[in-house]
């Protein structure tokens, strides 16, 4: 399997294109996970439902599960932060690629997304694990680099450019265990 980071500011890009290169993997016959960082209290569950009302009552994990897909809830007892290592390691596997949204200070090769409309700064200087840059400005980039710039508006190419790439992104879990 292999993995990459998409890394950035709120608001440069990151979950449309990560949203755009998923239909692009795909096209060419790849599977695709996607693990995503929350900075906030998040919920996929609702009032009332059964799975809901089996976390409330103080269950550790709730499986849900159907023939088209399955939701595991897991309430840490104290705040945890897994690493997205840890994550990874959760995926069902079969896939070719994960997608890791957010992680931006992970230990993972990673594409930084980068408008200059956005008014934040670049982490490619100072991110030795960034391998590219994702932005629909490279003429304001503020730093010269070696590393590749792509279109962030071209999904298909940056598809492409990761396929054409893949032995770079290879995924091994004992590296990191």
Same mark, same amino acid.
Do not use: C
């Given at each position: ?5 998409? *890394?950035?500011?709120? %608001?440069?890009?990151?979950?449309? !294109? $990560? =949203? ?6 795909k ?18 569950d ?29 309430e ?12 990874? *390691?959760?995926?069902? %596997?079969?896939?070719?690629?994960? !997608? $890791? =949204? ?20 670049v ?20 730093h ?16 492409q450019?990761?396929?054409?790439n ?12």
């Amino acid at each position: 399997m292999n993995v990459v980071g998409f *890394a950035g500011y709120s %608001g440069s890009g990151k979950t449309t !294109l $990560v =949203e755009a290169l998923i239909p692009q993997l795909k096209r060419r016959g790849l599977r695709v996970s996607v693990v995503k960082h929350a900075h906030h209290s998040f919920d996929i569950d609702h009032a009332g439902k059964d799975t809901r009302r089996h976390r409330e009552a103080g269950a550790f994990e709730v499986v849900v599960a159907s023939d088209r897909r399955l939701a595991l809830v897991r309430e840490f007892e104290q705040p945890s932060q897994p690493t997205v290592h840890h994550l990874i *390691a959760e995926l069902y %596997g079969g896939v070719d690629w994960v !997608l $890791v =949204e957010g992680f931006k200070a992970s230990d993972l090769l990673k594409v930084e997304v980068w408008r200059a409309s956005a008014g934040q700064p670049v982490r490619y200087p100072d991110d030795d694990f960034v391998v590219a840059i994702a932005t629909d400005s490279p003429h304001l980039m503020p730093h010269a680099t070696l590393r590749p710039v792509l279109d962030l508006n071209d999904p298909d190419a940056l598809a492409q450019w990761l396929v054409d790439n893949q032995d770079r992104f290879a995924y091994r879990q004992d590296q990191y265990a």
